[in-house]
């Protein structure tokens, strides 16, 4: 996993992506951040389904 760090509009954001050369990376701000930390067991279970 390859995770980096920006900026959007003045806002820190952070980019997750599989490798190097992610088509499709996943990035998120704090306020999302902060979100996903709050609902982490959730989205875990989520992504634990068959």
Do not use: S
Not at 15 to 39: C, H, M, Q, S, W
Request: proline share 2%; aromatic share 14%; hydrophobic share 40%.
């Amino acid at each position: 996993m390859v995770v980096e760090y920006g900026e959007f509009k003045g806002n820190k954001v952070m980019t997750l992506k599989r490798d190097a050369d992610d088509r499709y990376p996943f990035t998120f701000g704090k306020a999302k951040a902060k979100l996903i930390v709050e609902n982490f067991e959730e989205i875990k279970k989520f992504a634990d389904e068959q």
